[in-house]
C-alpha cells in the first residue's frame, strides 16, 4: 500500500472515482529544506573538487588572477597575469607544439567541455532518445570527460545500464549535428564506456604528394600514407590479402602505387615480385617495366598469369610442408604481390564464362592458401556488391574509397563499420579533397580508421619504371 512512488507519478494517482468504496491518498512527504540545501551544496562542492581534478591547468588561469585580485587589488593581479603571460607568449609563438600539448589544448579541452558539452547535453541527449524518461526521472548517460587533440574533440561518455553500443552508433548525424560536428565516431573505451570523436578540423583535407622511396628493404606494413591522427598510414600487404573498392574517381590507383612504390627496395633486392593485372590497360600499364615481365592485360594474358601464380604457390606449399609454417621472403623464395586494377572485368563483366570460372577459381586458390607461402593479392573494384566478387570475404584486410552508396560501406567494411562512423558514402568528390580518403577495418580492431593515401603522380610512376628501364640497359 505504502509505496514510494518518484516525481510526477503520484500526482496520477490522486484522482479517484466517486462511488468507489476506498479511496487511495498518497502520503507526500516533504523533505525539510536544510537538507534539500544540503543535497544541493555537496553536490556543488563534488562537481567543484572534480573540475579542479580533470582540469587543473584551466581552474588555475581563472581562479589564481580572481584571487589575488579580490585578496590583493587588481594591480598585483595584472602582475600576476602578466608574468606567466610573457613567458607563454613568446613558448606559443615559437613552438606551438609543446605550447599545445601542455597547456593549449587543455584549456581548448575545459573550453569545448563547458560551452559545447556541457551547455547542449541534456537538450541532445533526450533528442537524439539517448536519455529516458522512467517513472517520472530522467536517465541522462553521464558525459565523463573531454579531451582535445590537434584535430578531434574525445568525449568519454558512460553509457545508461542497459544501453548497447549500437544504441548510439544509430545516433551519429544527430550527435554530430546536436555538438556541431561534421561527424562523429564511436568506439568502446571499455565496459559500459565510449570514445566519441567529433572533428573540428580535416586533416586530410590535403593531398599527400607520393612519399620518399624507402631507405630500408623490407615487407613489413608499407607506409602509405597517413591516418586521421597523424600517424603514418602502414598497410600490412605480406600474410594478407586486401581488397580497395572505390567509386571511379575515388582514387584506387593511388594506393596501388603507393604500395608498388614502397616496395620496390624489397624487388631491387630480389626478395619481393610484383606482378600486375591491368584489364582496363589505364592503370598500371604506366609502370609495365617494374613488373619484370609479370605484367597481363587481356583476360587470357590475366587467367593465364593468376594460373601460373597459382602453380608457383603450389610448388612453394609442397617445398615448405613439414618445414615452415611461415614465410619469410628470400630471393629463392620472394614475396609474390599480385596486383590486380578492377578485379571486376575479370570475375564478372567478361562475356567468357570458362575464363571467368578459370580467373575466378585462381584468385580464390591464391587468396585462400597464398598467405603462409608468401603470396598476397591487392585487389581495386569499382562495385563491392557479392555478385561482382563472390570472393571478397577471403580478403582478410579491406578499405572503402569513397562509395556510392551508404549501403555499400558495410558490404566493404563489415557489419556495423558505417554504424560506427565509416561515413565512406559522404568522402568528397573533388578529387583535391576526397581522392584517397578512405576507411580501413583492420582484422584486430573493429574501430574503422579514416586515412588518406599519398598521391603518386603520372610523372612519379614514369620515373620509377625508368629505373627499372635503366636496370634492364646496364
Ligand atoms: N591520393 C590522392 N590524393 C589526391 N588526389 C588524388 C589521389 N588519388 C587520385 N587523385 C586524383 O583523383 C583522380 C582519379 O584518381 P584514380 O584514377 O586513381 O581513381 P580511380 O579510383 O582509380 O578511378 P577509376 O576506377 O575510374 O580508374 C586522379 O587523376 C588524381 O587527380
Not at 75 to 89: C, D, E, T
Not at 115 to 125: E, K, S
Not at 242 to 249: H, R, Y
Request: hydrophobic fraction near 50%.
Amino acid at each position: 500500500m505504502f509505496k514510494k512512488l518518484p516525481g510526477d507519478e503520484t500526482r496520477a494517482l490522486v484522482s479517484t472515482t466517486p462511488d468507489t468504496a476506498v479511496v487511495f491518498r498518497p502520503a507526500v512527504i516533504r523533505t525539510p529544506a536544510a537538507v534539500t540545501i544540503a543535497i544541493f551544496i555537496g553536490r556543488l562542492l563534488i562537481g567543484l573538487v572534480r573540475i579542479v581534478w580533470r582540469h587543473p591547468v584551466a581552474v588555475a588561469v581563472l581562479a589564481v588572477p580572481s584571487v589575488v585580485a579580490w585578496l590583493y587589488g587588481w594591480r598585483l593581479a595584472l602582475v600576476v597575469v602578466w608574468i606567466p603571460f610573457s613567458v607563454l607568449l613568446p613558448w606559443a609563438l615559437f613552438n606551438r607544439d609543446s605550447f599545445n600539448a601542455w597547456f593549449g589544448r587543455r584549456l581548448l579541452a575545459f573550453w569545448r567541455l563547458i560551452w559545447v558539452y556541457r551547455r547542449h547535453w541534456h537538450a541532445v541527449m533526450v533528442i537524439s532518445g539517448l536519455a529516458r524518461h522512467l517513472r517520472g526521472r530522467d536517465y541522462v548517460p553521464r558525459l565523463v570527460r573531454v579531451r582535445c587533440t590537434s584535430w578531434a574533440d574525445l568525449v568519454s561518455v558512460k553509457m545508461l545500464t542497459g544501453q548497447a553500443v549500437t544504441d548510439w552508433a544509430d545516433r551519429i548525424e544527430h550527435l554530430a549535428h546536436g555538438f556541431g560536428a561534421t561527424s562523429c565516431r564511436v568506439s568502446v573505451a571499455r565496459a559500459g564506456r565510449l570514445l566519441l570523436t567529433f572533428p573540428r578540423r580535416d586533416p586530410l583535407a590535403v593531398p599527400l604528394p607520393a612519399l620518399a622511396l624507402p631507405e630500408t628493404v623490407s615487407v613489413e606494413p608499407v607506409e602509405i600514407g597517413i591516418c586521421e591522427d597523424g600517424r603514418p598510414w602502414r598497410l600490412k600487404v605480406h600474410g594478407t590479402h586486401v581488397l580497395v573498392a572505390g567509386a571511379t574517381g575515388a582514387g584506387k590507383g593511388s594506393i596501388l602505387w603507393s604500395v608498388i612504390r614502397a616496395l620496390l627496395p624489397a624487388v631491387w633486392s630480389g626478395i619481393t615480385q610484383i606482378w600486375g593485372l591491368d584489364p582496363k590497360l589505364m592503370e598500371l600499364s604506366f609502370g609495365r617495366a617494374i613488373f619484370e615481365g609479370h605484367y597481363a592485360a587481356t583476360p587470357e594474358e590475366c587467367a593465364d598469369l593468376l594460373d601460373e601464380a597459382v602453380s608457383l604457390m603450389q610448388k612453394r606449399a609442397a617445398k615448405f610442408a613439414g618445414v615452415q609454417r611461415e614465410h619469410i621472403p628470400t630471393v629463392e623464395d620472394p614475396f609474390i604481390l599480385v596486383v590486380v586494377d578492377e578485379v571486376a572485368f575479370l570475375t564478372a563483366y567478361q562475356s567468357d564464362r570458362a575464363l571467368k570460372q578459370r580467373t575466378m577459381a585462381a584468385l580464390a586458390t591464391l587468396t585462400t592458401q597464398g598467405r603462409a607461402v608468401g603470396f598476397g593479392v591487392l585487389a581495386a573494384l569499382q562495385d563491392p556488391r557479392k555478385d561482382v566478387l563472390t570472393i571478397r570475404n577471403l580478403f582478410p584486410d579491406k578499405i572503402a574509397l569513397r562509395l556510392d552508396e551508404s549501403e555499400q560501406v558495410d558490404m566493404v567494411l563489415g557489419d556495423g563499420a558505417r554504424d560506427r562512423g565509416a561515413l565512406a558514402d559522404h568522402i568528397s568528390f573533388i578529387p583535391s579533397e576526397g581522392a584517397g580518403v578512405g576507411y580501413v577495418r583492420l582484422e584486430t580492431s573493429p574501430d574503422p580508421i579514416r586515412v588518406r593515401a599519398a598521391y603518386v603522380s603520372d610523372a612519379d610512376i614514369r620515373e620509377m619504371a625508368a629505373l627499372f628501364e635503366t636496370e634492364e640497359t646496364v
